[in-house]
């Protein structure tokens, strides 16, 4: 501890008076908290005077901090955009970490490849695309999309663009992709062209894509290329048409963004209502559970920030509940991110009048949003659990339950599958699978009591969490091969049940009698649910295991044809199925077109 103080103690002898971004670091090494500071010397020295309180969050990093990170920057500007990023990246766990629930449409630029695509995602990753959004109402996106297939016409195919096609495909034909596939038709100079032109208009850029349009016109009009000169008109006629619908849009009053906030002890619900032309056209809804410091100025800078780092429109007025921190520093960082000449944003805490209604309107939306989402359905599903807790006579509420369901084809590629309900609500992250490996053809009770074992001998190795309950998909039999499983592992007081297909009854362990409840009780739909979700996890994995082991087979004979050469085929086109159904010309572009000819002479 003595060591750690001192640590921290040196570097702030040496921290400078300049604007800058600061770091807080437990002993793991994890980032506790990122600051901005407009004097780093002053500002990470405050946490540390006697007296001073910083609430709970300056409490937490005076006791818990074991290091300390500083990166300078010329202005505070600078600093807060540094720290928007920092916060974003590194998700710190003092840092209010801005997060709702829904994952938004986002539009993907593959900049990353050759030949770039526009797809709709709503997942961004690190990969090298560009991401625009998130769009909101969604079906922004995908007329944004049928934009830019229909005028500036970017492939939509993933094939490797090589230039080594003999025709386009009927995409070309009518208009809908430059051909950048079959050599001549398209230059990588002119696909280019339109790929600035697609990211221009993305970033709403619309007088900078028509000065370029104008000029490509032009251009095409000199050297008497007509059909691309109207081309390009065609083009024009399309931004110009969109930029008059935002002037239009502008006209019926002023573009809001409104925030308001609800808060119980360390769970938050944040409202945030997107006002346009002084009509609500979106709301989005961000939630924190574990909030254990609020400091409402901050809390607000730090949401604000963190919402429109990634923002792809800045309105002209953002209308909070309460003041901000760093006002003035976030409204000049905000103006910049705005096009030229489209005034300065003003961040207003209204006091009076019809901008005060907005915030407490949005305050109330935050309160029902905070019962829905903390209570109602906090409460619904407990109450489900202790049916079911009823229903099986279970000592414990069953918030953990495991169940397992096997797959196989008269014997073929027997697989199993676990999945995972916490809390009444179904965790993918925890699911598993497995394949059989110790049971020959088709014995789902062995391969029951296989798979069982397994699973929770893994636990027990690893010091894992066991569940409150384990289900498994059949009846008596499928149950007592789970019985013995668990009672050669010692776990025989584990609660099991077995759920049947056919009259939905379920099987106990020392119970010659099955339960049979009625077939409205939630707590019979929440197994089905499960048995289900099991059931579908495990064919999957049969159905892709069988698939593989068939394409494989069949390619084994065809000579020039390795372990590559298959992965690459089952990933481009999924099945034995997909290759027959490919042209000679799709094969082709993935494995050369003597090698293609070849497969469709033996796959037919």
Known sequence: ???????????????????????????????????????????????????????????????????????????????????????KRRQPILNARLKDDKSFLHIKLTVNEPFPRVLLTRRIRNDGARYFGPYLPASLARNLIKIINRHFQLRTCSIPIDGTLQRPCLEYHIKRCLGPCVEGLCSPDDYRKAVEQVILLLEGKNHQLLQRLHRSMHEAAKREQFEAAAFFRDR???????????????????????????????????????????????????????????????????????YYLSARFVPDRILLPGPLEDQ???????????????????????????????????????????????????????????????????????????AFDISNLQGDESVASMVVCLDGVMSCRDYRRFRIQTVAGSNDFLSMQEVVGRRYRRVLNEQGTLPDLILVDGGKPQLNA?????????????????????????????????????????????????????????????RRRRSLRDFTSELDAVPGVGPKRKRRLLQHFGSVDGVRRATEVELASLVGPRLAAELKRRLG
């Open 236 to 306: 024009i006629q399309l931004v110009q048409e969109l930029v008059e619908k935002q002037k239009v849009a502008s006209t019926g009053g002023e573009n809001y963004d409104v925030f308001g906030y609800y808060r119980e002890g360390s769970r938050v619900a944040l409202q945030l209502f997107t006002l346009r032309g002084g009509r609500v056209v979106g709301k989005r809804e961000f939630f924190w559970e574990d909030l254990d410091w609020f400091d409402p100025p901050s809390f607000l800078r730090d949401a604000v920030q963190q």
């Open 328 to 402: 003035e520093i976030i409204e000049d960082w905000l103006t910049n991110m705005r096009e030229n000449g489209r005034g300065r944003v003003r961040i207003e805490n209204p006091q009076r009048g019809k901008k005060l209604d907005l915030v407490m309107l949005v305050e109330r939306n935050a309160v029902i949003a905070f019962e829905s989402r903390f209570k109602l359905l906090v409460s619904e599903k407990r109450r489900l659990l202790e049916d079911l807790q009823e229903a099986l006579q279970l000592t414990e509420i069953p918030r953990r339950i495991e």
């Open 1 to 87: 501890m003595r060591q750690t103080e001192d640590r921290i103690s040196r570097k702030l002898d040496r921290l400078p008076e300049s604007p800058g971004v600061y770091l807080f670091r437990d002993e793991t090494g994890a980032i506790l908290y990122i600051g901005k500071a407009r004097n780093l010397r002053q500002r990470v020295r405050s946490y540390f005077q006697a007296g001073r309180s910083e609430g709970l969050k300056g409490e937490s990093i005076r006791t818990r901090a074991a290091d300390l990170d500083y990166f300078v920057t010329d202005n505070e500007v600078e600093a807060l955009i540094l720290e928007s990023t920092l916060v």
């Open 482 to 542: 789970a019985l013995q499983a668990l009672s050669q592992l010692g776990l025989g007081d584990l609660p099991v049940c077995a759920l049947a297909k056919r009259q939905e009854e379920i099987f106990l362990p020392d119970r010659e009698e099955p339960i049979r409840l009625a077939p409205t009780a939630a707590a019979l739909h929440l197994l089905q649910e499960i048995r289900d979700e099991a059931h579908r996890f495990a064919v999957t994995y049969h």
